[in-house]
């Protein structure tokens, strides 16, 4: 049985553990509203840009680089969306796992061939598949310490450039979409090339093909300048979402950390007091045996 001392270590060790992830969650939980309300100011902007251009794609016939279908897929690029700093749970683990099964379902023959090429956003997405030999070429670390809409931009500005130069024929969007939290949707979306039917599908009701659209100057030139901006802000928004998702995962981790703390606390003090007790017996036994003794003499 540990000694008296031990197990008084071992709770002021317990204790101070707790204090830390209590503070650490209510870090988060102020992190996370900032992180919802940029999150949900995006959306129905995202929403909005996703119907303008479905409508222009669904009323033309107009043709531009960022739709152009390969004949055949002989790279692919995939942006994949971490976190800098761990203690969230199965965050990271959960959607890195679920990367690696799409790729084994669809992109298999790419990761074999090395034609598959993956651009990581957070520290632990780069040290994960850095660390399982994929062909990493571009890591972001210390991404979200300046979390800023220019920072997506130049990231998904330049994929799009080397999917228009053919250095890329696809290019995915691995992230964390934000439910609630304590859940997360991981998500793997196809960006590019841009599918016309399924846009204009996303975005088609009765009411909008009511309407007869008259574009000025024309359907080309505006589609020029809103298909970049369409996917800026897809990329930014599944950082939102994934910065959003990070600090409700951590927050409901260190709330779980909390209460576990708690309970090892109470069953180590249950221990204390047993061997206290323990002590006090055997004392009180060995006083009594020594009068005793002392007595029959």
Request: proline fraction near 3%.
């Given at each position: 049985?540990?000694?008296l001392r031990?197990?008084r270590?071992?709770i002021?060790?317990v ?5 830390i992830?209590?503070?650490?969650k209510?870090?988060?939980?102020a992190k996370?509203r ?13 929403s909005?840009?996703?119907?303008v251009?479905?409508r222009l794609?669904?009323s ?7 739709m152009?279908n390969?004949?055949?897929?002989k790279?692919?690029l995939?942006i994949?969306?971490g ?5 969230c749970?199965?965050?990271n ?15 298999s023959?790419h990761?074999e061939?090395?034609?598959?090429s993956?651009?990581?956003?957070g ?9 399982r030999n994929?062909?990493v070429?571009?890591s ?7 979390l800023e ?11 799009s450039?080397q999917?228009v ?6 290019v995915?969007?691995a ?5 609630s939290?304590?859940?997360q ?7 590019l ?13 009765a009411?909008k093909?009511?309407i007869d ?10 589609l ?8 800026n ?7 939102l ?10 927050m ?6 909390t209460e576990?703390?708690k309970?090892?606390e109470r069953?180590?003090?249950?221990k204390?007091?047993?061997?206290r007790?323990?002590?006090?017996t055997?004392?009180?036994?060995e ?6 003794a002392?007595?029959?003499?």
């Amino acid at each position: 049985m540990p000694n008296l001392r031990d197990i008084r270590n071992r709770i002021s060790t317990v204790n101070n553990t707790q204090q830390i992830t209590k503070a650490m969650k209510m870090v988060a939980a102020a992190k996370l509203r900032k992180a919802q309300e940029r999150m949900v100011q995006t959306r129905p902007y995202a929403s909005k840009i996703q119907d303008v251009v479905g409508r222009l794609v669904g009323s033309s016939s107009v043709s531009n680089p960022i739709m152009r279908n390969a004949d055949e897929v002989k790279s692919v690029l995939m942006i994949v969306i971490g976190s800098d700093r761990g203690l969230c749970g199965g965050f990271n683990n959960n959607l890195f796992k679920e990367v690696e099964k799409s790729v084994e379902a669809n992109l298999s023959d790419h990761r074999e061939n090395g034609t598959l090429s993956l651009v990581t956003v957070g520290k632990k997405a780069g040290a994960y598949f850095k660390k399982r030999n994929y062909n990493v070429i571009e890591s972001h670390p210390g991404f979200f310490d300046k979390l800023e809409y220019e920072s997506t931009s130049e990231l998904m500005n330049k994929a799009s450039q080397q999917f228009v130069d053919g250095d890329f024929d696809e290019v995915y969007i691995a992230f964390n979409e934000f439910k609630s939290v304590i859940a997360q949707n991981r998500k793997v979306d196809k960006v590019l090339p841009i599918d016309p039917s399924e846009i204009s599908a996303s975005s088609d009701d009765a009411s909008k093909e009511a309407i007869d659209y008259i574009f000025e100057p024309d359907s080309e030139v505006i589609l020029e300048k809103l298909l970049p901006l369409h996917l800026n802000i897809q990329l930014w928004k599944a950082v939102l979402e994934s910065n959003a998702s990070e600090q409700g995962a951590r927050m409901s981790a260190m709330d779980s950390a909390t209460e576990n703390a708690k309970d090892l606390e109470r069953e180590l003090k249950l221990k204390y007091n047993q061997a206290r007790q323990s002590a006090i017996t055997t004392e009180i036994s060995e006083i009594v045996s020594g009068a005793q003794a002392l007595g029959g003499n």
